[in-house]
């Protein structure tokens, strides 16, 4: 018995808080922000590091510090964090990257394709577009520690794309689509408003190259629509109904009464047609299916005399923004819609006859909206 009870005793002083040391050793670059001078011409590179301060079991307090580093290149700057407190930087192991416009306007790929061949980088982290006015985000990584903004822009990252805003696009993702002639690419912008970060729309890239048009909130919506994205989690907040949770909400005004509605599901569907020589005429046919709702009024079906007024009127609504949209794509000859490579995939003899990045900008895209209301009063 008194084997058994000095057994357990130590293991209790082998326990406790010696396994938690290496914990606050522990540093992790959580994320890479690339800046590029205009002046100097030089790349400028923030690390902003995060490691814990206090370490215990079920809580921990974690510090966040920034290291900037200038250089001619990305590798060089890399290179010169092997001498700086906050290093070494073996690679780019980070969470998130962090590109300004202005970095991402010089050949990016160029300057980062060597992430594809070097050990410890975390290549499928996402890839981030700072909007090039707020260059206060790097000043306050350089002057000042942060505590908890990187967990939040971390989180909030990773947010847009569970809940159907934008697409997160890795590292991987970004670097590789240069080789791929149909893979254009969407990236979502940041802006730094009071202190905190907030979703600015989205920078056009075409083959990895920034185009420099941006997509504004709405015409980023109308983008997931047109893609036929059902990944759409959020509510309106102050409703508790059945109609609202687990939907994206959408508000508007018909008859000079307010609405709201909530998408249950949402699909599309690309169709060419060709004439003769002619460049072909592309449909893109959404088909919503929604609960809709007075605001103001009790949370119940739609009288039916109004609900093809307002699926006509909500259609005719999201058609134009759409057009919008489709404008500001071909204008940027940014293939985000997939059209060439659904023409490849199933109208290749369509496909043969053209020169898809001369003739993209010029083929009549028309997008169909047909929105079906589910919550009518039965009479």
Known sequence: MKRVVVSIMILLLLTGCWDRLPLRNLKIVDIAAINYDEKSRK???NF???KLSRAGQGSDVSLSESTEISDSNVVEAVG???????GPFIGVNTRLFLLSESFAAHQPVRELAFLLDTPFTTINSPVIILDDQDSSFFKQFNSSTITDKTKLLNDFVKSLETYGIVPNVTMMDFLLSKEEPLNDLVLPVMKHVNSRMEFNGALLFRQSESTGIKLNNEQVQSLMFLVGNGNAMQKLKGFSSKFNYGRVARTGHLDDKNYAFFIKQISSKIIARQQLSELPDIKIKVSMNIYATELGEELSGLKSEYVDKMEKALSNHLNEIAT???KKIQEANSD???IGKELRAFHPALWK?????KDYPQVLIEPQFEVRILNTEIE
Request: hydrophobic share 45%; net charge negative.
């Open 80 to 86: 010169q964090g092997l001498y700086k407190e906050q």
């Open 48 to 50: 902003v590091v995060t």
């Open 336 to 338: 985000v819609l997939g």
């Open 353 to 357: 006859t053209l020169e898809w990045r």
């Open 43 to 45: 790349v400028l590179l």
């Open 324 to 326: 919008d949209t489709i």
